[in-house]
């Protein structure tokens, strides 16, 4: 018998645990524990993990299909569809696409009540708010006062041009194209057959101002 076999049976009467701790010491133990658990991190991980949130789209994209938008700080607010926000250091007005609220300087009394209320309403909702501006893809950039076109969408995605006509202090700007003009007209029909707002004066045009 040679010594290596020799010793190999000798090594084999020993007792297991005895062998165990010969070839395992606590140094080769532990990162051989090391190596495991790592192997088996991502498994858990992937597990316990939940799948990305998708954005939910918030009103029209553009024509290209994608949404442009852009956070601001809302400053003040002028009237029912125009307001002033703090955008790139620079303040800018804007006028809410697709709606016309009643005029503070109409001649009768019935649309200046009105046109305060939707002043005060979106004072109420915008003022001091962080909200999203998103363009129309039918629309220009700014109109001929040079106020951005934007529709504003509030922080849990409601679109707040939409809820003016909604809740009838605005009624839809007909002369204009864009987007959602279907979606508006359907919420405008929802306030007069229940004749809120400015639906409950007396018919007549949109605005009567003085002429300048």
Excluded: H
Excluded at 57 to 66: H, Q, V
Excluded at 124 to 135: D, I, Y
């Amino acid at each position: 018998m040679d010594p290596a076999s020799g010793a190999n049976a000798v090594a084999a009467t020993q007792p297991l645990s005895r062998r165990f701790r010969r070839r395992y010491t606590p140094a080769v133990l532990r990162a051989v524990c090391a190596a495991f658990l790592l192997a088996l991190a991502p498994t858990v991980a992937g597990a316990g993990s939940l799948p990305e949130a998708i954005p939910a789209r918030l009103a029209a994209p553009d024509e290209s299909g994608t949404p442009r938008l852009v956070k601001v700080r809302v400053t003040s607010v002028q009237d029912g569809d125009t307001i002033t926000v703090r955008v790139d250091g620079r303040s800018e007005k804007v006028r809410l696409v697709g709606i016309d609220s009643p005029e503070m300087k109409d001649e009768r009394p019935g649309y200046r009540e009105a046109a305060i209320a939707a002043r005060d309403y979106a004072r109420s909702r915008l003022k001091g708010k962080t909200v999203t501006l998103e363009p129309d893809g039918r629309q220009d950039d700014r109109d001929k006062y040079a106020r951005l076109l934007r529709y504003v969408i509030l922080g849990d995605g409601t679109n707040f041009n939409e809820e003016l006509v909604r809740k009838g202090y605005a009624r839809v700007y007909d002369r204009f194209s864009f987007t959602m003009k279907p979606q508006f007209k359907e919420s405008e029909s929802e306030a007069k057959r229940e004749r809120i707002g400015l639906w409950a004066l007396p018919a007549g045009k949109a605005r009567e101002v003085p002429s300048r």
